[in-house]
């Protein structure tokens, strides 16, 4: 059985810190809204729909924190510790999708009331997650064929999205149909998502996995050996450009180099319909220290300049196909995204 990467449990969030992933297994139980924004940041939850989901019960302990019994002064306090959330990660439209949902739930005739309704709310999203997840996987299952070799970049799996997962969710929906499968993983640098996480889900799935460095993808595409690429996303444009993990594009232009179909796996929650064009996707930029080290160990020569985007945008012409709960979509992807997702800017 999978350990949880997020529960609700007696008033606190228990998460599970994958900053420490495959090494060690720390169960954080966090009661301060303060420490759910902090956990975020430092990507001890991560993955989009995971995001969405820690802030919804955070702005629940954020508004339990808050002592007064005015309305209008709770409100004005509520949406402070909204805009902490807002301003912990920028790319994942999960958080913002989440964070309008917690504002559109902050009604009562009490402060009481609100905060009654604040919590029904984030069960409510963070159900909604796991219900979307397993129904994309078990859709997208269909496009998997029994003895594929799947590539899969970052992590995309349970840990990522507080649900079933969404690329890997597919992949085990598949493996549960009785297809025999394995899985190529690239290690994903700088913070190793997929050389930490994926391999470790995979494996407790027990589905066969070989980890590769991320500049090692087009070797063992141009020698026939991968079927197709899945990944999920972070935020899916109106018109179909998609960012993700960084090396994301890399993989898809390689794909397309190759004939090999590229598919994206998300819950509508990531779609937003307020951004015409993928390159309105705010690119998050983390620390240069994540690239010149590895898990703390320097690896480059101590001051030397590093770049450090956490995001790429695939345009949709690299995209085969976007596996959500409501349906696989195909281009012209501006015409299949209608109605799907929202509006969130
Ligand atoms: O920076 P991270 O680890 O939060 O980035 C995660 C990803 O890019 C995932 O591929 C994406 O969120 C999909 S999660 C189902």
């Not at 005739?109 to 796991?130: C, F, G, P, R, Y």
């Not at 299952?141 to 070799?149: Q, R």
Request: charged content about 20%; proline content about 5%.
């Amino acid at each position: 059985m999978m350990a949880r990467a997020i529960e609700w449990l007696d008033g606190k969030l228990r998460i599970l810190d994958q900053s420490k992933l495959p090494g060690e297994q720390i169960f954080n139980d966090l009661d301060n809204y303060h420490n759910i924004v902090l956990a975020i940041k430092e990507m001890k939850v991560r993955g989009a729909p995971a995001i969405g989901v820690a802030a919804a019960y955070g702005i629940v302990l954020g508004a339990a924190s808050i002592k007064t019994a005015n309305k209008d002064e709770f409100l004005a306090q509520l949406n402070r510790v909204m805009q902490a959330f807002a301003a912990s990660r920028p790319t994942a439209v999960n958080l913002f999708q989440a964070i309008n949902r917690m504002k559109k739930a902050a009604r009562g005739d009490s402060v009481a009331e609100i905060k009654n309704s604040l919590i029904n709310e984030a069960k409510q999203i963070h159900e909604e997650e796991v219900t979307a997840t397993k129904k994309l996987s078990q859709l997208g299952a269909e496009l998997i064929k029994d003895g594929f070799t799947l590539l899969t970049h970052c992590n995309a799996g349970p840990l990522a999205t507080a649900g079933y997962g969404t690329a890997l969710g597919v992949i085990k929906a598949a493996q549960d149909q009785g297809k025999k499968l394995s899985v190529f993983v690239t290690e994903t640098r700088p913070l190793l998502q997929g050389a930490r996480l994926t391999t470790w889900e995979l494996r407790q799935e027990g589905i066969p996995v070989t980890l590769i460095t991320d500049s090692m993808a087009g070797y063992f595409m141009k020698r026939g050996e991968i079927d197709c690429v899945i990944v999920g996303a972070d935020r899916i444009a109106a018109n179909g450009y998609t960012a993700n993990k960084i090396g994301t594009y890399t993989l898809a232009v390689l794909a397309n180099a190759h004939g090999i179909p590229f598919y994206v796996a998300a819950p509508t929650t990531t779609i937003d319909l307020s951004l015409t064009s993928g390159y309105q996707i705010p690119i998050e930029e983390r620390s240069p220290e994540e690239v010149t080290h590895i898990q703390g160990v320097p690896i480059a020569p101590e001051g030397v300049r590093a770049a450090n985007p956490a995001f790429d945008i695939t345009p949709p012409s690299y995209i085969t196909a976007i596996i959500t709960e409501k349906g696989i979509i195909m281009a012209p992807y501006t015409e299949g995204l209608k109605g799907m997702g929202s509006k969130v800017s």
